[in-house]
């Protein structure tokens, strides 16, 4: 289902884990920095709201998408049970778009076999700056709290 049909952040609190026992690492992009910090708070208060105390949260910026696989691989190397990786590309007149999105893609999931952790894809990819604000604490949600709820889940799926 479209994003256009349903929010983001609708999520059962009886459905999710509690986030206590369990490390997140953010890695956020800084372009497109007012869509990507409203995606790094809307994770943040997730995890916070799930049980997670602050210590148990690291944020590392990085300076656009295409380097979120390598700020992911920095935090891979500490004891994360799952890593958030928030980014936002706008469809452009180039196929730039096509390379960021698919390089971002192909490495997280390169660095989930790699080191047997979830690495959860919060990348928006719209085609304009409006629908990326409706993923953004906007009228369709937040995609930032989606990605946190997903790597939640997998923190724990990943413990079982």
């Given amino acids: 289902m479209s994003t256009a049909h349903q929010s983001l952040s609708a999520h059962d609190a009886h459905e999710m884990p509690n986030a206590g026992p369990y490390r997140f690492g953010i890695v956020v992009a800084e372009w497109n920095q007012a869509i990507t910090e409203a995606l790094a708070q809307g994770a943040i ?65 390169q660095l989930t076999i790699k080191y047997n952790k979830p690495f959860i894809f919060g990348v928006l990819t719209p085609n304009t700056m409006q629908q990326a604000e409706d993923r953004a604490g906007g009228k369709y949600g937040n995609k930032g709290v989606e990605a946190a709820a997903t790597a939640l889940k997998m923190a724990a799926l990943f413990k079982k």
């Fill in 45 to 109: 208060s997730f995890l916070k709201d799930a049980g997670a105390s602050e210590k148990n949260i690291t944020r590392i910026d990085v300076p656009g998408s295409f380097e979120l696989t390598a700020g992911a691989s920095l935090l891979a190397q500490n004891n994360y049970d799952a890593i958030i990786c928030l980014g936002c590309v706008i469809q452009g007149e180039t196929k730039h778009f096509d390379f960021i999105c698919h390089s971002v893609s192909q490495g997280l999931t």
